[in-house]
């Protein structure tokens, strides 16, 4: 392994730590999120309207955030980031205690969906680009893997640990400790996190700065093949595995039996955060596998499709249990080699940007299907909601086999 700087440490620490703050303070309420809207008065229709609203406030800012980050600075971005997600946790706090009508759930998931997407792309890019100003020559994909390690682990903690809470008090309280979490996490970027490898240009009219960083990206992103695939991917893929993610929280519990068992719910985030860990520690070895990226990717979808079927057609919790750590460990393995393969085919002026819009097309995928998928649970239940959702997910594997196609380089790994 290349020998490392001790300012590549450094990045590499920060890089870590804004992950386990940031993770840490999210998944505190991952595991009873749906539950909280269920409690606050909302059907499943309304309550994955309101993810679907968060969603539509990640596609609505994606891309306008992303170009911020370029231009202002990625500190700055994660900085307001931080800032937004604790003052609109605060607020769904708030509204939990009124039962808000979901108006009100609305305007607050939009502004979540903000923060949310202050942290994406721009996260990712600043680690890329100064670990390439410190001189590291590390893979891309170990660095990314620590990360993922540490975000399973903090994952692992906070949503056992928001369930047990939510459970021996109530499911407002993992709320305030997630806002104390984001304070810490806002004190630490402050004063360790710092724009290396890339230089702000502020000397530039914001508008025509925007427009022009926007033009270019989208040359080296949508106009540029495998990219496009990529992010057409996602688009089928993304709402799908936000519904199935928060959809487990009470089917679970109903398939436990015991409507009560908050800690049931939370085993879902806290299995799919060891899948996590767990695809850390063995990416690496599953590089050497593949010859190509897009092949991981594709195997990698199709045992996620099989799993969200087969969950949707089991009555036994124990087999739902088992193939909930097969979906998240398919699910996370693919991130870190995904991850490096788009960071490969964009340049760094406009990472943050490119990998915004990537964001982008996942979200607006949950944008239509989060409250459809909902309501089919409303009408029919989750077991055929869950099939459906494998059915629509299967529609990412021909862009996958499309990407495959364009032999990119970032698709070779050596």
């Known amino acids: ?123 990712e890019a600043w680690l890329v680009d100064a670990l390439a100003f410190t001189g590291s020559r590390e893979q891309l994909e170990p660095v990314l893997a620590k990360g993922q ?46 724009d290396l490898g890339f230089s702000p240009n502020r000397s530039k009219r914001p508008l025509s700065e925007l427009r022009r960083v926007a033009r270019a990206s989208l040359e080296n992103g949508w106009r540029n093949p495998p990219v496009r695939w990529l992010m057409l991917a996602g688009l089928c893929a993304g709402g799908v595995e936000i519904f199935a993610f928060y959809a487990l929280q009470p089917y679970l519990l109903e398939l436990y039996g015991d409507p009560g068992a908050f800690g049931i719910a939370g085993l879902a985030a806290a299995i799919v955060a060891g899948t996590e860990m767990l695809a850390g520690i063995i990416a690496a070895r599953m590089r050497r596998l593949f010859a190509r990226r897009t092949h991981a990717l594709i195997l990698a979808a199709l045992l996620g499709i099989a799993s969200l079927a087969l969950l949707g057609v089991t009555s036994s919790f124990w087999v739902a249990i088992a193939l909930l750590v097969v979906w998240g460990l398919t699910f996370s393995v693919s991130v870190p080699i995904r991850q490096a393969y788009i960071n490969g085919l964009i340049p760094s002026e406009q990472r943050a940007t490119v990998l915004s819009f990537d964001n982008l097309m996942a979200s607006a995928g949950g944008v239509a299907a989060q409250p459809a ?42």
């Open 1 to 123: 392994m290349p020998e490392l700087t001790e300012q590549a440490r450094g990045v590499q620490r920060t890089y870590l730590l804004l992950t386990l703050l940031s993770t840490l303070s999210a998944s505190f309420i991952w595991g009873i999120n749906t539950l909280f809207l269920l409690d606050a008065g909302l059907n499943n229709a309304g309550a994955f309207a309101a993810n679907a609203f968060f969603t539509a406030g990640m596609v609505i800012f994606e891309v306008p955030t992303g170009v911020f980050a370029d231009t202002r600075g990625r500190r700055s971005s994660y900085l307001l980031g931080a800032a937004t997600l604790l003052v609109s946790t605060l607020l769904y706090l708030a509204m939990w205690r009124m039962h808000a009508p979901l108006w009100g759930w609305a305007l607050a998931s939009v502004l979540l969906g903000l923060g949310f997407t202050f942290f994406s792309g721009a996260t």
């Open 149 to 194: 390690i540490v975000g399973g682990a903090a994952m692992l903690t906070g949503s056992v640990a928001g369930g047990v809470v939510a459970q021996m008090t109530n499911l407002g309280v993992p709320y305030i400790l997630r806002s104390v979490l984001l304070g810490f996490t806002l004190a630490a970027a402050f004063f360790l996190m710092k």
């Open 373 to 414: 998928l909902g309501r089919v649970a409303d009408m029919r239940g989750y077991p055929v909601a869950y099939v459906l959702s494998a059915f629509i997910q299967l529609g990412a594997v021909p862009f996958l086999l499309l990407a495959r196609r364009e032999r990119a380089a970032a698709d070779r790994i050596e």
